[in-house]
């Protein structure tokens, strides 16, 4: 027997030396059966598995997942998966019902994906039903129908093509194409520059003083409403005349209409009667109520009051006759507020000019003088009030009471009168009754912009004032008996 032979057969079983030919083939045989069974058994076992992760409805009876599920076609069984570079597209890698990572990505991808940087963002391996899966083997799917459950930290540095449901809380950084469904209710912090090209259909009421920011042009389409005029116009009276001018005076009531006048105001003593008989009261009353088209304001006198025999009887009169009288006239442009109390005190704020009515009175004290500093302090308060009250929304005050004499009991309110108009700074008027001519004077009562107007008794024509704030001087006076230079 030759060496290696020999050394054969010292390592072998003796049986297996000693035993015939046909036995030792059988040997050979089995074995190499067992070895192609081995085989065999592996091909079916990767096969079978192929098909597991080829198809979503397997998977998910295998994992007990429960989301939506999209069939796969028989085509998909038979892809090669190694080919990776033939089967990626412009789709995603993988489906999230196939496989998804547990943990986002850090930081956006920049570029659309593909098979390489898609797989290298993903874990390299994902155990399932205790098998081993290499990403790299696995095709394109179809893209997921629902978002991940975990989305980037850091936003997409391309936009999805689909809007998002729930919109962000921070504004974005370009402005859309396309408006807004629902404007905002809040106005913008910062206005436009140019006019909105549509008006709006319906007219609010006018604000009382201009916009902060006017535009330098004019407008496409014109307001609805022509701007509110800045020019006011009122005349102004005291007492009456002798009778036989009684019908000048009605024909000066009659045709305060016809130069565009706002107002008139009576400054008082339109009793003539001694005894304050209170025919007095209600024919006056009607001579003005049916005789004049505008407005009508009546500031009480020392006559129709205080000089009467009876002060207490005469005042129910006045107030009988001329409370709220100007709502004759009803409705008119003049919101007019008065004093809880003390109606007869009165104010009312048009065009940016602030008129205020007190009671101011001469003649004989009714009661002591404690008496009459309380009826001072009132009108004090109501003048400081709605001072308060219109603060900001007026460039010029106009008062008018019936007395000026600040030797006497009315000095308090003078001197107060003084001393808020000092504060504001503004230009105001005082208009008061007197038996002399028509004066104007300035710097009264420590204020310099503030001008005592004395108003002529009886006098005809009625006195004529225009105030235009566009002016230097934003006063004037027609039909006076001088001439007025500030």
């Keep these: 027997i030759p060496f290696e032979s020999q050394r054969w057969v010292n390592i072998s079983p003796k049986w297996l030396n000693e035993a015939p030919v046909w036995i030792k083939s059988a040997i050979v045989l089995s074995s190499m059966a067992t070895v192609f069974s081995v085989v065999?058994?592996?091909?079916?076992?990767?096969?079978?598995?192929?098909?597991?992760?080829?198809?979503?409805?397997?998977?998910?009876?295998?994992?007990?997942?429960?989301?939506?599920?999209?069939?796969?076609?028989?085509?998909?069984?038979?892809?090669d998966f190694g080919a990776l570079g033939d089967t990626f597209s412009s789709r995603p890698s993988i489906s999230p019902f196939e496989l998804s990572t547990f943990m986002p990505s850090?930081?956006?991808?920049?570029?659309?994906?593909?098979?390489?940087?898609?797989?290298?963002?993903?874990?390299?391996?994902?155990?399932?039903?205790?098998?081993?899966?290499?990403?790299?083997?696995?095709?394109?799917?179809?893209?997921?129908?629902?978002?991940?459950?975990?989305?980037?930290?850091?936003?997409?540095l391309i936009p999805s093509l689909i809007l998002t449901t729930h919109p962000t809380y921070n504004p974005s950084n370009y402005v859309s194409e396309v408006p807004t469904t629902s404007p905002t209710s809040l106005p913008s912090e910062f206005p436009v520059y140019q006019p909105t090209r549509v008006p709006t259909s319906q007219i609010e009421s006018p604000s009382s003083f201009p916009t902060s920011f006017p535009i330098s042009f004019p407008t496409s389409f014109p307001s609805y409403h022509p701007t509110p005029p800045t020019v006011t116009t009122f005349f102004v009276t005291a007492k009456v005349p002798e009778e036989e001018k009684m019908a000048e005076f009605k024909q000066e009531l009659s045709t305060m209409h016809d130069h565009e006048a706002d107002f008139f105001v009576h400054l008082g003593d339109f009793n003539q009667d001694k005894t304050c008989n209170e025919t007095s009261y209600a024919t006056f009353s009607e001579l003005l109520r049916n005789t004049s088209e505008i407005p009508v304001f009546v500031v009480p006198g020392d006559n129709e009051w205080n000089d009467?025999?009876?002060?207490?009887?005469?005042?129910?009169?006045?107030?009988?006759?001329?409370?709220?009288?100007?709502?004759?006239?009803?409705?008119?442009?003049?919101?007019?507020?008065?004093?809880?109390?003390?109606?007869?005190?009165?104010?009312?704020?048009?065009?940016?000019?602030?008129?205020?009515?007190?009671?101011?009175?001469?003649?004989?004290?009714?009661?002591?003088?404690?008496?009459?500093?309380?009826?001072?302090?009132?009108?004090?308060?109501?003048?400081?009030?709605?001072?308060?009250?219109y603060e900001g929304q007026f460039e010029m005050m106009i008062v008018f009471g019936h007395n000026n004499r600040s030797e006497n009991q009315n000095r308090i309110f003078f001197v107060a009168l003084g001393d808020l108009v000092d504060e504001i700074q503004?230009?105001?008027?005082?208009?008061?009754?007197?038996?002399?001519?028509?004066?104007?004077?300035?710097?009264?009562?420590?204020?310099?912009?503030?001008?005592?107007?004395?108003v002529q008794a009886g006098r005809l024509p009625f006195v004529k004032v225009t105030i235009d704030l566009r002016q230097e001087t934003p006063f004037t006076f027609e039909n006076t008996n001088n001439t007025f230079s500030p």
């Excluded at 659309?112 to 039903?129: A, F, K, R, Y």
Aim: charged share 20%.
């Design 106 to 156: 850090l930081n956006p991808s920049s570029e659309w994906p593909t098979p390489q940087n898609v797989l290298s963002n993903l874990p390299s391996h994902h155990q399932s039903n205790g098998l081993s899966l290499n990403l790299t083997s696995i095709s394109s799917g179809e893209p997921s129908t629902v978002p991940s459950p975990k989305p980037t930290i850091s936003p997409s």
């Design 308 to 389: 009467c025999p009876e002060p207490r009887k005469a005042w129910r009169y006045w107030e009988r006759w001329f409370f709220d009288f100007d709502k004759h006239w009803s409705p008119h442009n003049l919101a007019v507020s008065r004093q809880n109390n003390k109606e007869e005190n009165f104010s009312f704020l048009y065009k940016r000019v602030l008129f205020i009515g007190v009671r101011i009175v001469g003649g004989a004290m009714v009661t002591d003088a404690d008496h009459w500093e309380t009826v001072m302090n009132s009108n004090i308060r109501w003048l400081r009030t709605q001072l308060q009250l």
């Design 40 to 79: 065999f058994l592996i091909v079916i076992v990767g096969l079978s598995a192929n098909h597991v992760f080829s198809n979503p409805g397997s998977s998910q009876a295998a994992s007990g997942f429960t989301g939506p599920v999209e069939e796969s076609s028989k085509k998909e069984t038979d892809r």
């Design 426 to 454: 503004i230009t105001s008027l005082y208009f008061h009754e007197s038996s002399d001519t028509f004066q104007v004077t300035k710097r009264n009562f420590g204020a310099p912009d503030l001008y005592m107007v004395r």
